[in-house]
Nanobody
Framework: QVQLVESGGGLVQPGGSLRLSCAAS????????IGWFRQAPGKEREGVSC????????YYADSVKGRFTISRDKAKNTVYLQMNSLKPEDTAVYYCATVPGPPNGRTWRWPGRYHYWGQGTQVTVSS
């Protein structure tokens, strides 16, 4: 059974930084993609970024390019989302999720593709 546990959320001022972690367990191979999604109150869940656990290839939403960086530690089965220059509009519950296979540039941001989800971690950007 695959399990995902997010951590690292919190309250930060605009312009600040946070690093989210997604610890995964139960994988039987490295050929998985892990994605980060976020959902603000009253809004749909949106894809933020994703990474291939096998080769590290990644994708980003336009709204976070240049500010967020996704990375992975294969030995720890953990994916990180470094978030810099945070804005109030980044406020949301952030979830990690996983799907077998490599990321697809067209479909990586579709929540329905992902099989397993974490419980989410709240990120609030406010002064």
């Amino acid at each position: 059974q695959v399990q995902l546990v997010e951590s690292g959320g919190g309250l930060v001022q605009p312009g600040g930084s946070l690093r989210l972690s997604c610890a995964a367990s139960g994988f039987t191979s490295v050929y998985w993609t892990i994605g980060w999604f976020r959902q603000a109150p009253g809004k749909e869940r949106e894809g933020v970024s994703c990474i291939s656990m096998s080769d590290g290839s990644s994708y980003y939403a336009d709204s976070v390019k240049g500010r967020f960086t996704i990375s992975r530690d294969k030995a720890k089965n953990t994916v990180y989302l470094q978030m810099n220059s945070l804005k109030p509009e980044d406020t949301a519950v952030y979830y990690c999720a996983t799907v077998p296979g490599p990321p697809n540039g067209r479909t990586w941001r579709w929540p329905g593709r992902y099989h397993y989800w974490g419980q989410g971690t709240q990120v609030t950007v406010s002064s």
